[in-house]
C-alpha cells in the first residue's frame, strides 16, 4: 500500500504560477512512475504529467511548454511546477503512483487548483 499526500494547491491569477508535491510513504519500493492527474467540474479525470522512475517524462499536450514534472527520489517525492496558468488549468489535482505493470498503488486526496482570469 503507497500513501500519496499533495500539497501546494491554491488560487492563482491567470499568468502566474503554482508548485504541486506530492510526498508518498508506505511500500514505496514498488513505485516506478508517479503522475499527476487533474479533474474540472463535469470533466472526466485526464492525465497532465507523469515521470518514471528513471527520469522519463511524458506531458499532455495542453500543458506542455508550461509544466514540469520532476521527482526526488531521496524524499520519495514528486512534484510540479505549473507556469503561465490559464484559467481552463481550474480543477482538483491528483497524484498517483504505478508499479512496474503500470497497476495503480495509490492515489492522493486532491489539491485545488483555481486559476482566475
Known amino acids: 500500500q503507497v500513501q500519496l499526500v499533495e500539497s501546494g494547491g491554491g488560487l492563482v491569477q491567470a499568468g502566474g504560477s503554482l508548485r504541486l508535491s506530492c510526498a508518498a510513504s508506505g511500500s514505496i519500493f514498488s513505485i516506478n512512475a508517479m503522475g499527476w492527474y487533474r479533474q474540472a467540474p463535469g470533466k472526466q479525470r485526464e492525465l497532465v504529467a507523469a515521470?518514471?522512475?528513471?527520469?522519463?517524462?511524458n506531458y499532455a499536450d495542453s500543458v506542455k511548454g508550461r509544466f514540469t514534472i520532476s521527482r526526488d527520489n531521496a524524499k520519495n517525492t514528486v512534484y510540479l511546477q505549473m507556469n503561465s496558468l490559464k484559467p481552463e488549468d481550474t480543477a482538483v489535482y491528483y497524484c498517483?503512483?504505478?508499479?512496474?505493470?503500470?497497476?495503480?498503488?495509490?492515489w492522493g486526496q486532491g489539491t485545488q487548483v483555481t486559476v482566475s482570469s
Open positions: 498517483n503512483a504505478v508499479d512496474s505493470d503500470y497497476d495503480f498503488l495509490g
Open positions: 515521470i518514471t522512475s528513471g527520469g522519463s517524462t
